[in-house]
């Protein structure tokens, strides 16, 4: 089945304790790339990745790492989390070049930091 | 900066009638793509519609369907014979920024499906 997963689905963590929220998917897309989804503001773009080795800010980067070693994953890194990163998160994918292609999204990961 | 705006932040609908749901946009490009995505309460996100904005028809899928106006940069949703299963959160978005990798959305529109 075509599909992007992410994990963990849950996490409670406390402010600067380093994460990482794995993203992976099985349809060989070029295109990733992480959202935040926040009440009453909608999705929100933190990273975006074109292909291997290739990434680029989105409009929320701050607090944010990324990388792209391989086509099929693209890791969400917090350093050093603070509350104000408690979100729901999203990571997506599509087929490169032509930006009408669906962005396949994963199931979302929520955040919480304490 | 180029965005995305939803002035609904929630409506409702009866069962079986006829809902629309505006978004406006604003960019400088002539050429690009528009979106309008769900998210049903398991959080999901589904696409729900597309539209090419050099193609005047409006996009049509099933009971969905657009009402795009190019120069008014106005992408209205209209959901048909509305069903329990369409109360979601809904969301305009499009590509933008250089190569069109960035995909900004609204801020999303809560409908709700009264029985």
């Known amino acids: 089945e075509a599909q992007v997963t992410q994990n963990p689905r849950y996490l409670i963590t406390v402010t600067g304790k380093k994460l990482t929220v794995t993203c992976s998917q099985n349809?060989?897309?070029?295109?990733m790339s992480w959202y935040r989804q926040d009440p009453g503001l909608g999705l929100r773009q933190i990273y975006y990745s074109m292909n291997v080795e290739v990434t680029d800010k989105g409009d929320v980067p701050e607090g944010y790492k990324v990388s792209r070693k391989e086509k099929r994953n693209f890791p969400l890194i917090l350093e050093s989390p603070s509350p104000n990163q408690t979100s729901l998160y999203f990571c997506?994918?599509?087929?490169?070049?032509?930006?009408?292609?669906?962005?396949?999204f994963g199931p979302g990961t929520r955040l919480t930091v304490l | 900066a180029q965005t995305v705006t939803q002035s609904q932040p929630e409506m409702s609908v009866q069962e079986a009638e006829t809902v629309t749901l505006s978004c406006t946009y604003d960019?400088?490009?002539?050429?690009?793509?528009l979106f309008w995505y769900k998210q049903p309460p398991s959080r999901q996100m589904i696409l729900v519609i597309r539209q090419e904005a050099y193609k005047q028809q409006n996009a049509t899928e099933n009971r969905f369907s657009v009402n795009f106006q190019k120069a008014a940069k106005s992408f209205s949703l209209k959901i048909s014979d509305s069903q329990l299963g369409d109360a979601a959160m809904y969301f305009c978005?499009?590509?933008?920024?250089?190569?069109?990798?960035?995909?900004?959305f609204g801020k999303g529109t809560k409908l709700s499906v009264i029985p």
């Open positions: 978005a499009y590509p933008s920024g250089a190569g069109s990798y960035q995909l900004t």
């Open positions: 960019t400088s490009e002539s050429d690009y793509y």
């Open positions: 997506a994918s599509r087929t490169s070049g032509a930006p009408y292609n669906e962005q396949f």
């Open positions: 349809m060989n897309h070029e295109y």
